[in-house]
């Protein structure tokens, strides 16, 4: 071991005192052109690797990814399956729904169509969007405690100001309030915007950054630094502060099952499926598990890459509660509560060519349907709770995935 550290205390020494190291460059424009395209793969020249990243459909294509990516070179084929039809009661989504999901694994799509068709059986999931708001927190350092309740006092007093410079980079979003934090001579301010079909993060970025230029212009104190977000907003990490209010889109969706259903669909009882759910939630705590569910990672990560939503928002999309009850009819009550659903129908990657096709397949392509999509995938989420609980109360869960997936 000894002899280990040695070896590479004295590499990694000899590599620091050498000059900058200089590899031959791929070309230095991030533009999406026939001509770059084909620099870049000359760098590599992998004639296979080429083939399978730069088909023909893809070069044929390749102008449609323009404004959603750099130093473009191909595109990466997934795995494309179908779930459903599963029926939504919701206030905006009405109607049987087929689920796309791009996944490479196995057992995941079976599990999801299982699901979405019991609860088409049951009548359907009612659905309801709870809150919306995207948010941006930049955050200032004082001198001092007195400079900070200075500066809060005159945010206070200009809301209206910063609202106007805000809503002036966009057509479409409309800042819904500023709130305050204050820790020690630090200051947060929470900016949260309605983003209507977007998405919004862009959106979001690009009208707080007017309102941040606007107060280092004109507060009456200079802070000591200011960061146009100071990670408070919760962007893209699981975070407890959301359970209680709002990124993105909070959703919650129900059902009801008979126990004949649950016997006919999942081969176990609500009885089962009750216990199951008490003993896992008690896991959760143990562990620190920021909310409770079993899975519904899986259905974001699925339904984002395939619907052209940002994945990475799954870290935060994916915490919220899954609870199990008895229903007041007998059978099962199920619910699903999801505080970070961050889905849009236009703006993004909504518009790529597949993603598009997928959003079309729901139906919901388009302005007019971002609140109907999220009310689809949290009853998606639902779907899965409801399967792989009954697969672990059944036994059949590890069968399952030895079928499919070897």
């Not at 950054?209 to 200011?226: G, I, L, N």
């Not at 870290?315 to 659903?341: D, K, M, Q, W, Y």
């Not at 109907?372 to 036994?395: K, N, Q």
Request: proline share 3%; charged share 15%.
């Amino acid at each position: 071991m000894t002899d280990n550290f040695s070896h590479f205390y004295h590499r990694t020494r000899s590599a620091h005192a050498t000059q900058e190291r200089r590899s031959p460059a791929l070309p230095a424009s991030g533009r999406l052109t026939p001509e770059l395209v084909n620099k870049r793969w000359q760098h590599f020249a992998l004639p296979e690797a080429q083939a399978a990243l730069l088909d023909p459909i893809t070069e044929e294509t390749m102008h449609s990814y323009t404004k959603n990516i750099e130093h473009f070179i191909g595109t990466v084929k997934l795995p494309v399956g179908i779930a459903g039809p599963i029926l939504v009661n919701g206030q905006h989504a009405q109607a049987e729904f087929c689920i796309p999901l791009a996944t490479t694994e196995a057992a995941l799509v079976s599990s999801y169509h299982r699901g979405c068709r019991l609860i088409t059986a049951a009548g359907g999931a009612s659905t309801l969007v709870l809150q919306e708001g995207v948010t941006r927190t930049p955050g200032f350092a004082f001198a001092c405690l007195a400079d900070a309740a200075r500066f809060i006092g005159w945010v206070s007093e200009h809301v209206a100001d910063l609202k106007s410079v805000a809503e002036s980079t966009t057509q479409h979003g409309q800042l819904q309030d500023i709130e305050v934090e204050m820790e020690g001579n630090h200051v947060y301010l929470v900016f949260q915007f309605f983003t209507e079909d977007a998405s919004g993060q862009n959106m979001v970025t690009i009208a707080t950054q007017a309102a941040f230029d606007y107060v280092m212009q004109h507060s009456p104190v200079e802070p000591r630094q200011a960061f146009l977000d100071a990670n408070l907003s919760g962007d893209k990490k699981a975070n407890s502060h959301v359970m209680r209010h709002v990124r993105g889109k909070k959703v919650t969706a129900e059902v009801h099952i008979a126990e004949s259903l649950i016997q006919r669909y999942l081969h176990t009882t609500s009885d089962a499926m009750i216990e199951f759910g008490l003993m896992a939630n008690n896991g959760g705590q143990l562990n620190g598990t920021i909310g409770t569910n079993a899975h519904y990672a899986n259905a974001l990560a699925a339904f984002y890459i395939a619907c052209g939503q940002d994945a990475a928002c799954v870290a935060e999309s994916a915490v919220g509660i899954t609870r199990f009850e008895r229903s007041i009819h007998g059978g099962l009550c199920a619910s699903v509560t999801l505080p970070n659903i961050m889905v849009g129908t236009v703006g993004g990657g909504t518009q790529l060519p597949s993603q598009k096709a997928c959003l079309e397949l729901l139906g919901l392509n388009g302005s007019g349907h971002a609140r109907a999509l999220a009310e689809v995938l949290a009853a998606v989420c639902l779907a899965g709770e409801l399967s792989i609980v009954g697969a672990f109360c059944a036994g059949h869960f590890t069968r399952a995935h030895h079928k499919l997936a070897r």
